[in-house]
């Protein structure tokens, strides 16, 4: 199995930023893809960013030049930088990681979610 923990969720003014972190642990053989989604109060969750394990990177249109999406994979952990936060971007934010267990199957794993709520 593969856990996916995040952190750095909060409470930001708007124009503020903050940094999510997502670190992945467990029987992890490799990982393919790591992402980042959302999802607010009545809609559905949709995708903010993907990262591919070489570096390519994916945004949804609402975040692009304030959101940048990156990767350490010696530590199995993707990063998401968000500056210029507005009020829409308060959601739950997940993480979610394509991964190959060392029963080398591979699926998609999902975090908990954290909270990141802009003020206005």
């Known amino acids: 199995q593969v856990q996916l923990v995040e952190s750095g969720g909060g409470l930001v003014q708007a124009g503020g930023s903050l940094r999510l972190s997502c670190a992945a642990s467990?029987?992890?053989?490799?990982?393919?893809?790591m992402g980042w989604y959302r999802q607010a109060p009545g809609n559905l969750r949709i995708l903010v960013a993907t990262?591919?394990?070489?570096?390519?990177?994916n945004y949804v249109d609402s975040v692009k030049g304030r959101f940048t999406i990156s990767r350490d994979n010696a530590k199995n952990t993707v990063y998401l930088q968000m500056n210029s936060l507005k009020p829409e971007d308060t959601a739950v934010y997940y993480c979610?990681?394509?991964?190959?267990?060392?029963?080398?199957?591979?699926?998609?794993?999902w975090g908990q979610g954290t909270q990141v709520t802009v003020s206005s």
């Open positions: 979610a990681a394509n991964a190959m267990t060392s029963s080398l199957i591979r699926r998609d794993y």
């Open positions: 467990g029987s992890i053989f490799s990982i393919n893809s």
């Open positions: 990262i591919t394990s070489g570096g390519n990177t």
